[in-house]
């Protein structure tokens, strides 16, 4: 396995060691002693979850806060444009953004800490979204940021208008969650 900090560094990207032949290919797609010692912390995750989305879906910028959640994100069928934004007014790289393709055929995961807002575009006819958090889901703890925010400026590869969720319609301005609050 490879992992690589990106530009925030906790945000890591995981390649896998893929051995294949005519036959098909293996991968281990986690192994806990190996994530933890790659992060640098003992981790433990609580839930998987598993989503489904036609071509220009647009899920997030989602966090909890409180009880945030780290996810580990990969694709299992598809494409998507994968996107962590650094909401922890302490860090450094605090309202910057990273991102990756992640799909199918790259088998490529991303982790994403605790503290991070998290979305994802779909780029394929249609994917398969599996990730792993290190808490629990909590609706009433459950925020948005919205996807065009101007201050962040992420560059979405769209053609168009994403289709968006009531509730991502509804996200907030960056400015208006961390400039009111103490998020």
Not at 35 to 64: C, M, P, T, W, Y
Not at 72 to 89: P, Q, S
Not at 91 to 111: C, D, H, Y
Request: charged share 25%; net charge negative; aromatic share 12%.
């Amino acid at each position: 396995m490879k992992i690589t900090s990106l530009a925030i560094p906790d945000v890591m990207l995981i390649e896998p060691e893929i051995f294949g032949d005519d036959r098909g290919f293996f991968y281990e797609s986690f192994n806990q002693k190996s994530f933890n010692e790659a992060i640098g912390r003992d981790v433990v995750f609580v839930q998987d979850n598993h989503s489904k989305s036609a071509k220009g879906v647009l899920r997030g910028l989602h966090f909890q806060n409180p009880q945030p959640q780290g996810k580990l994100v990969r694709v299992t069928h598809g494409e998507v444009f994968d996107v962590a934004v650094d909401i922890r007014k302490d860090s450094p790289t605090f309202g910057q953004w990273v991102s990756e393709i992640l799909s199918a055929e790259n088998k490529r995961q991303l982790w994403i800490p605790e503290g991070l807002a998290h979305g994802f575009l779909v780029l394929s006819d249609t994917a398969e979204f599996l990730y792993k958090t290190t808490d629990y889901y909590a609706p009433e703890c459950e925020q948005c940021v919205i996807w065009n925010d101007p201050t962040l400026n992420i560059n979405w590869p769209l053609d168009g208008q994403p289709k968006l969720s009531s509730k991502d319609q509804k996200g907030q301005l960056f400015s208006e969650i961390f400039n009111s609050r103490n998020n």
